[in-house]
């Protein structure tokens, strides 16, 4: 009697995506979507056939999540999708993106929760995002059972990682730092506007910070009106048309650049004439972005200072090695808890091979008793070793018998298996308990 089980491929957990490490800013705007967009997204999704999906959009990345059965088929499914939404080739995307199944697409998603694939890692706000996401496609039943329990491990790799490195302190210092600088030169904040130009994840964490240091006003200018005012959302602020960005520097006692363009939006007219109709009032003018929004030569202006990245780094004592130093530990957890949680999936996926085996032997034990009703308790023991037995032995006779044509390397193999399924006696004493039989 053949042991049945499932007949499906166990599904594969694929991400299709662009991030700044793959795509120009131009592809990832055109592929960034609010949360009526990844609606959308979702229901494209599950009319490919996709029941268990999230959609991940922030500045910095869109990916399409998705657990398939077929995974070639589901992956080029969500390349066009992706393609569609941009308005795109899938050329495009195939070009500039990425498409990663199984281990790697694992690893993928505990690296973005634990922030270790932004573009300043160690910035807490993509974690939330992730959960975001997830909350959208629960609400909307996209979320299933291998999913979900990818997510809630990316979730503890993402906590080790935070409460186990020091990670997280850089970003942090580097907020900290721009707040500093401006009450230095401002005062109280809560007599403060500040102007964010763009989303970058690093620019909306020290807006953020602003706000919770007593800001006063903020005004967000995106050159996507959706995510500009998504982002204000975000924020408590007021976004305002990105053509207006002229008017909007007169009010910015602090402008933190974020848009990571080819050019750089904020130059020295801009900022002279800004200060010119401000009578003086002195503007920090921060630039998060990568490559740089803000002329280097505006810090050469009375009354606007200038600074980069770099320059917070230096203002917090925390240098290019640190982060190094800081993100190696962080790596060595996501590794442990990638490899951890795909050694319990592996544990899982034997589960209904365990249980269809134990129906099995039931089954024939059952049959046993039914065909010797008046039989003793050793005789239906030794009639059950047999049945159970009858088929295996007679599938390693014909191994056997093949040896000559494969160099028994198939037998070896399964000896081996038996050996470390029922212990040091189990290839040989299946042999011997059928030739006993016979």
Not at 57 to 64: A, G, I, V, Y
Not at 286 to 302: K, N, R, T
Not at 332 to 354: D, K, L, M, N, S
């Amino acid at each position: 009697m053949a042991v049945t089980g499932p007949t499906e491929p166990h599904p594969a957990y694929l991400i299709v995506g662009v991030s700044h490490r793959t795509g120009t800013a131009a592809l990832r705007e055109r592929l960034f979507v609010d949360e009526a967009g990844q609606t959308e997204l979702l229901a494209a999704l599950r009319a490919a056939g996709l029941t268990e999906a999230l959609v991940l959009s922030t500045c910095d990345r869109t990916e399409l999540h998705a657990v398939a059965g077929d995974a070639a088929r589901a992956a080029a499914a969500m390349r066009e999708i992706l393609a569609r939404q941009g308005r795109v080739t899938a050329a495009d995307i195939a070009a500039q993106g990425y498409e990663l199944s199984g281990g790697a697409a694992l690893r993928q998603l505990f690296a973005v929760a634990s922030s270790l694939d932004s573009v300043v890692v160690g910035e807490p706000q993509v974690l939330g995002q992730v959960k975001d996401s997830q909350r959208l496609s629960t609400s909307l039943g996209m979320m299933g059972p291998q999913l979900e329990a990818m997510l809630r491990a990316a979730y503890g790799a993402a906590k080790r990682v935070r409460s186990e490195t020091a990670i997280g302190e850089r970003p942090v210092s580097m907020a900290a730092a721009a707040i500093q600088m401006a009450r230095g030169v401002h005062g109280d904040l809560a007599r403060c506007t500040a102007l964010l130009l763009g989303g970058g994840e690093m620019g909306e964490l020290m807006a953020a910070q602003l706000r919770q240091a007593g800001l006063a006003q903020l005004i967000v200018l995106h050159k996507s009106a959706p995510r500009g005012a998504l982002i204000a959302h975000r924020l408590g602020g007021h976004v305002r048309p990105f053509d207006e960005l002229a008017a909007a520097l007169v009010d910015a006692d602090i402008v933190i650049a974020a848009l990571g363009d080819e050019r750089q939006a904020v130059t020295v007219a801009a900022v002279r004439q800004a200060l010119r109709a401000r009578r003086q009032r002195p503007m920090i003018c921060i630039d998060s972005a990568v490559p740089g929004d803000i002329e280097a030569a505006v810090h050469g202006l009375d009354g606007a200072f200038r600074f980069d990245l770099g320059d917070l780094e230096r203002l917090a004592v925390e240098g290019q090695s640190s982060r190094a130093a800081a993100a190696d530990p962080a790596w060595a957890i996501v590794e442990a808890e990638v490899a951890a949680f795909a050694a319990g999936a592996a544990v899982r996926q034997a589960v209904p091979a365990v249980v269809a085996l134990r129906r099995h032997f039931e089954r024939v034990r059952d049959q046993v008793v039914a065909e010797n009703p008046g039989a003793d308790a050793p005789t239906v023991a030794r009639l059950l070793v047999n049945r159970l037995l009858h088929a295996p032995s007679a599938v390693l006779r014909e191994l056997a018998a093949d040896a000559t044509v494969d160099g028994g390397g198939e037998l070896m193999a399964i000896e081996r298996l038996l050996t470390r399924l029922f212990g040091s006696a189990g290839a040989d004493g299946a042999a011997r308990d059928e030739e006993k039989r016979q």
